[in-house]
């Protein structure tokens, strides 16, 4: 159950019919190949039938699956009065899709490892990891998760991450003064530009022991996490003492940025809607990631 509320609260959709509800969950192709040169829908597709095997008897019904050359889709229809169709409606409350969900308290409240299995569900359709997902130099890998305009659920999965102690090791909030904080798209004519989704980074070691389901996603995750490990372990290192660290147990060097016209856009949440902010800790802060939540 854990695990499929998590890729529901990740990137599902909930269409409510007067009798029946069903639920669509979108795995994206973020490319075409994997890092190792393999075709992803070809993975994706071999990882159906795990959480085919993991799902379905919770179900009580098929999964559907359809893909494109971007997406793999996974869908189910059950009546509105079925047991688990009743408490995935409770879950969720009244959203309609990954735009408007938030994390459900009682989600909090789950067992460690039924925590880890919600992590990993969302991870699968909202994660990825890759080379080029590094910080400052290689091999300082990280695993992204994309979670588009919706401020409190990339709140909420933080929390829920520090909840199985894992820290977060950077957050690019869709703010304009994270995206655009020269101003350089605005001067250019693109106001805008700042307007796309928010990601969380994670250090790829710190999240292997969550891991994923879908196959070249676990791959990736296992060979990048080895690499950045490697250079700790040649030097009698212990990775944790630098890696397993929250952005509030560290010696922050914030630079200042200029003020962007665009922070008082309604796209940005009231609460700080008009602030300005010189790094996402700031902001993570504002809307509740922080030591004290």
């Known amino acids: 159950m854990a695990y499929l509320l998590g890729m529901i609260t990740g990137n599902g959709e909930i269409q409510r019919e007067a009798t029946e509800t069903t639920i669509s969950i979108d795995i994206p192709h973020k490319k075409l190949e994997t890092e190792f040169q393999h075709d992803v829908g070809i993975f994706v597709k071999a990882s159906i039938t795990d959480i085919r095997e993991a799902l379905e008897p919770l179900l009580g019904t098929s999964l559907n699956f359809t893909q494109s050359a971007n997406i793999s889709l996974l869908s189910f229809r059950k009546p509105n009065e079925d047991y688990l169709m009743r408490e995935i409606l409770r879950y969720v409350g009244g959203a309609t899709s990954s735009d408007n969900v938030r994390i459900s308290p009682e989600v909090f409240d789950f067992t460690f490892d039924e925590r880890k299995q919600f992590v990993k569900g969302f991870a699968d359709v909202t994660g990825y990891i890759r080379r080029s997902n590094y910080a400052f130099k290689e091999p300082n890998y990280r695993v992204y998760f994309e979670i588009p305009h919706n401020w409190e659920l990339v709140v909420d999965f933080c929390n829920l991450l520090k909840s ?33 989704e928010h990601q969380v980074k994670v250090w790829a070691l710190e999240y292997q022991p969550v891991g994923f389901v879908v196959l070249h996603k676990q791959q990736a995750l296992d060979y990048f996490a080895d690499e950045q490990k490697k250079p700790y372990v040649m030097n009698g290192k212990d990775p944790a003492a630098r890696l397993h660290r929250y952005y509030w147990e560290l010696t922050q060097r914030i630079k200042q940025k200029p003020s962007h016209p665009g922070e008082n856009d309604d796209f940005i949440p009231e609460e700080i809607r008009g602030k300005h902010y010189d790094s996402w800790t700031q902001i993570a802060k504002d809307l509740g990631y922080s030591a004290d939540e």
């Open 164 to 196: 199985i102690d894992i820290p977060v090791q950077a957050i690019d909030w869709a703010h304009p003064n994270m995206r655009d904080g020269n101003l350089t798209k605005y001067n250019q004519g693109k106001p805008d530009f700042w307007k796309k």
